[in-house]
Nanobody, 122 residues
Framework: HVQLVESGGGSAQSGGSLRLSCKYS????????VGWFRQAPGKEREGLAA????????YYADSVKGRFTISEDNAKSTVDLQMNNLKPDDTATYYC????????????????WGQGTQVTVS
């Protein structure tokens, strides 16, 4: 059973940066990919970026491509999301999630979720 804990949320000015971190533990060997998602009030959850934990392959949603970067430290079982050039529209609760698979572009493959961390951009 995998557990995920996000950290690093907070407030930033428009144009600023934040770095989120996701620590996954438990049956980490069954985690083949980790993704980052967000959900703003009144909006649907949106997949942002995902990474194959065994080989650094990544994919991104068009809305964040070029501004957000996902990376992983396999030895520490962490996946970070570096967010640059933040905009007020990036304000949301950010979640990381794990999957046993790595299905490129398939946001629905993720089925184990962290508790979320709030990001506010003004």
């Amino acid at each position: 059973h995998v557990q995920l804990v996000e950290s690093g949320g907070g407030s930033a000015q428009s144009g600023g940066s934040l770095r989120l971190s996701c620590k996954y533990s438990g049956n980490a060997g069954s985690t083949n990919s980790v993704g980052w998602f967000r959900q703003a009030p009144g909006k649907e959850r949106e997949g942002l970026a995902a990474i194959y934990t065994g080989g650094h392959s990544t994919y991104y949603a068009d809305s964040v491509k070029g501004r957000f970067t996902i990376s992983e430290d396999n030895a520490k079982s962490t996946v970070d999301l570096q967010m640059n050039n933040l905009k007020p529209d990036d304000t949301a609760t950010y979640y990381c999630a794990a999957s046993r698979f790595y299905l490129r572009g398939k946001w629905t493959q993720f089925n184990v979720w962290g508790q979320g961390t709030q990001v506010t951009v003004s």
